[in-house]
C-alpha cells in the first residue's frame, strides 16, 4: 500500500468519525482510542518540494461552472439576432434579476467592474480637482477608476487583521477636497461599514462600495453594495459570477440610477427616446453589457445562492483547521459582517513561526504539495504608475507642486505594507471543493510547518 492511498483512507475515516484532524494526530479517534489507528499517517514525511509525496494530485474544482443552461441561453440569443441591449430583453432581466437577489431598488449593468467605477464616479459629479479615500489594498481598477477622472486617489491604511481599509484611520484623512469615500469588500469580506457611513454621514460624502469580489455577501443581514450611495460588482472571469466580463451598479436613488444608466449610454437617458445626446448636461462612454453576457449571467445566478453556501461551508471549516497552526492567521471578519462571499480565502503567513521560511518558498512548498496559492496584492499606493499620473501634463495643470508633495507625504501605509509581505490566497474556486479538499489544504500546510526548518535551509 502506497502512502498516499494510506493517507486518503486515513482521511476518510477521520471524516466519518466526524473528526477535525488535530496536529498530526485525528481527535476523536485518538481521544476514544479507536482500534483504527491511523498507523499510515507518517507526520515526518518528505515535503514534496524536497522530493517527498504530494498531499493531493487532483485538481481542484474548475471555474467557471456551466451546463445546458448556459448553453441553451447564449444560443437563444444568437438566433434572436438581438445582440445589444437596446434591441434585446437579456439586459432588462438581469437588472431586474440581480436587483431583487440584492434586494436593491436598481439595477444598472455595465460592461465591467471597472466601468461601474467609472459611472459612478461620473454620475456623483466627482473629477479633477477631487480626492477619493480608498484602501491601497485592491485590485488596480479601483484607483484607475479615480485616476481616469483626474480625481486624487487617497490611501488610508489597511487593518491587517481583516484585510480591509481601516475605517477607524478614515476620518483623519479627510480634508475639504474629499469628495467620497470608496471602500472595497476586500476577497468578499465587508469593510467595515457602521463605522465608514457614520464617517460619510457625518462630513455629507458618498460612499462608492467596490463590491467587485463581494456578490451576495452581507452587513447586518443586508446585502451588501446596496448601503452606499452606489454599490459596484464585477463578472469578470475570476469572479463569484461571471460573464466572461460584465458589472453592474445597484443605488437606491432614481436620480442617481438614471444618471448611471446615461452616463453608460452616452449619455443618453433610459427616458430619452430622441437622439438627445446631453441628457441631464452629462458627458458619457459606451460601457453596455452586451445580451449574451446578460443571459449567461441570468443563466449563472441560478448557480450562485448554492454556490455561496458551500464556500462559506468550507472557509469556516477551513479557518478552524488553519486558526490551529501558529503563523497563520486567517483574515478575521468584522462582526457586522453576516455573509462573506469569499471570493478570496485570505490569511496572514507569519514566518518566524515558520523556521523564518520566506513566504515566496512557502507558497512554493505549498504548490508542490497540490495546493496553488498566490502572494495577493503588493502595495499599489507604492507603484510607480501613480507617480507617473501625477507628474503628468494633465495633473500637474489641476494640482500644484505643493498639493502633489502634500499628498506624497501624506501617502503612508505601514501596515498596509506589512500586510503585502505576509497575505495568502487561495482563489474561490478552491472553496467549491469537498470537506476532504480543505482537510488536505490543511494538512500540506500543516507538514510545511513540521519540516520549515528543513525547507529554509534547502
Ligand atoms: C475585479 C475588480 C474590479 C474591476 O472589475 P473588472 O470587471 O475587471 O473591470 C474592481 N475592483 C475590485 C476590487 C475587483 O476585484
Known amino acids: ?23 498530526g494526530l485525528p481527535k476523536t479517534v485518538a481521544a476514544a482510542g479507536a482500534a483504527v489507528v491511523p498507523a499510515a499517517y507518517v507526520p515526518n514525511q518528505k515535503p514534496a518540494l524536497l522530493g517527498g509525496q504530494p498531499v493531493r494530485k487532483a485538481p481542484f474544482p474548475s471555474w467557471p461552472r456551466y451546463g445546458q443552461l448556459e448553453e441553451k441561453a447564449l444560443l437563444d440569443v444568437l438566433h434572436s439576432g438581438k445582440w445589444f441591449r437596446g434591441d434585446g430583453q437579456n439586459v432588462n432581466r438581469f437588472e431586474t434579476a440581480f436587483a431583487q437577489a440584492t434586494g436593491s431598488k436598481y439595477c444598472v449593468a455595465t460592461a465591467n467592474g471597472t466601468s461601474a467605477l467609472i459611472t459612478s464616479i461620473a454620475a456623483l459629479g466627482i473629477g479633477a480637482s477631487d480626492e477619493v479615500i480608498i484602501p491601497p489594498y485592491t485590485f488596480i481598477a479601483t484607483i ?47 469593510a467595515d461599514l457602521d463605522t465608514i457611513l457614520a464617517v460619510a454621514a457625518k462630513h455629507k460624502l458618498p460612499v462608492i462600495e467596490d463590491a467587485c469580489q463581494a456578490h451576495m455577501a ?16 464585477s463578472f469578470q472571469a475570476s469572479k463569484n459570477l461571471n460573464s466572461g466580463e460584465g458589472g453592474a451598479i445597484l443605488t437606491q436613488d432614481e436620480e442617481l440610477a438614471e444618471k448611471c444608466f446615461a452616463f453608460h449610454n452616452n449619455c443618453r437617458g433610459k427616458k430619452t427616446d430622441s437622439y438627445d445626446f446631453s441628457y441631464r448636461g452629462m458627458r458619457g462612454a459606451n460601457l453596455r453589457l452586451t445580451e449574451f453576457q446578460a443571459a449567461l449571467l441570468v443563466a449563472q445566478m441560478t448557480r450562485l445562492e448554492e454556490q455561496s453556501r458551500i464556500r462559506v461551508q468550507n472557509a469556516q471549516y477551513l479557518t478552524s483547521m488553519l486558526s490551529e497552526i501558529k503563523g497563520i492567521a486567517p483574515a478575521r471578519m468584522y462582526p457586522g459582517c453576516t455573509r462573506n462571499a469569499y471570493h478570496l480565502y485570505m490569511f496572514r503567513y507569519q514566518s518566524p513561526q515558520f523556521a523564518n521560511l520566506p513566504r515566496a518558498k512557502f507558497l512554493k512548498a505549498l504548490a508542490a504539495e497540490g495546493v496553488p496559492a498566490s502572494a495577493g496584492y503588493a502595495p499599489l499606493n507604492k507603484e510607480p504608475f501613480l507617480k507617473t499620473t501625477l507628474t503628468s501634463r494633465g495633473y500637474q495643470k489641476i494640482y500644484s507642486k505643493e498639493q502633489i508633495a502634500r ?28 470537506r476532504s479538499d480543505m482537510e488536505q489544504i490543511a494538512e500540506a500546510i500543516r507538514k510545511i510547518h513540521e519540516h520549515a526548518a528543513e525547507l529554509a535551509r534547502a
Request: aromatic letters at 8%; a neutral charge; one cysteine or more.
Open 1 to 23: 500500500m502506497t502512502r498516499k492511498i494510506s493517507r486518503r483512507r486515513f482521511l476518510a475515516e477521520a471524516s466519518a468519525a466526524g473528526a477535525g484532524i488535530a496536529h
Open 144 to 190: 484607475n477608476s479615480v485616476l481616469l477622472h483626474y480625481a486624487l486617489p487617497v490611501f488610508v491604511d489597511s487593518d491587517p487583521e481583516t484585510f480591509q481599509i481601516d475605517a477607524r484611520k478614515i476620518e483623519a484623512a479627510i480634508t475639504e477636497r474629499i469628495a467620497a469615500i470608496m471602500p472595497v469588500h476586500l476577497g468578499g469580506s465587508a
Open 218 to 233: 452581507e452587513w447586518k443581514g443586508r446585502k451588501l453594495a446596496t448601503y452606499g450611495a452606489t454599490g459596484c460588482f
Open 407 to 434: 499628498w506624497e507625504q501624506r501617502n503612508q501605509c505601514p501596515e498596509n505594507d506589512r500586510l503585502c509581505q505576509e497575505a495568502v490566497w487561495f482563489t474561490q474556486n478552491m472553496l467549491l471543493g469537498s
